[in-house]
Nanobody, 124 residues
Framework: QLQLVESGGGLVQPGGSLRLSCAAI????????IAWFRQAPGKEREGVSC????????SYGDSDDGRFTISTNNAKNMVYLQMNSLKPGDTAIYYC?????????????????WGRGTQVTVSS
């Protein structure tokens, strides 16, 4: 059974760092584009970053400032999101999503598989 399971969220002070992990169970990362999305209370789900099968990385919106880095360990079927210099505005539930494609999309509805999310709270 295919599953995406996120972990690594938590409470962090502004300026701190977190590394989120997404375990891809039952799918081969070599065949999928994997993306991180986030959703803050009262806001729509928004794209954070995506890595295509080819290894091409795309960053979206506010995360396109070098603070967030997506990476994979295909041997372990893991996807990571390293988040540095965190701000209160980064507070959200973070989700990983997968689509059997080599193209990254910013539209959440395009993705076939989703994890349940992990909460990230940035607060002093």
């Amino acid at each position: 059974q295919l599953q995406l399971v996120e972990s690594g969220g938590g409470l962090v002070q502004p300026g701190g760092s977190l590394r989120l992990s997404c375990a891809a169970i039952g799918l081969d990362l070599d065949d999928y584009a994997i993306a991180w999305f986030r959703q803050a209370p009262g806001k729509e789900r928004e794209g954070v970053s995506c890595i295509a099968r080819s290894g091409t990385v795309i960053s979206y919106g506010d995360s396109d400032d070098g603070r967030f880095t997506i990476s994979t360990n295909n041997a372990k079927n893991m996807v990571y999101l390293q988040m540095n210099s965190l701000k209160p505005g980064d507070t959200a539930i973070y989700y990983c999503a997968a689509r059997s494609d080599d193209v990254c999309y910013v539209v959440p509805s395009i993705y076939t598989y989703w994890g349940r999310g992990t909460q990230v709270t940035v607060s002093s």
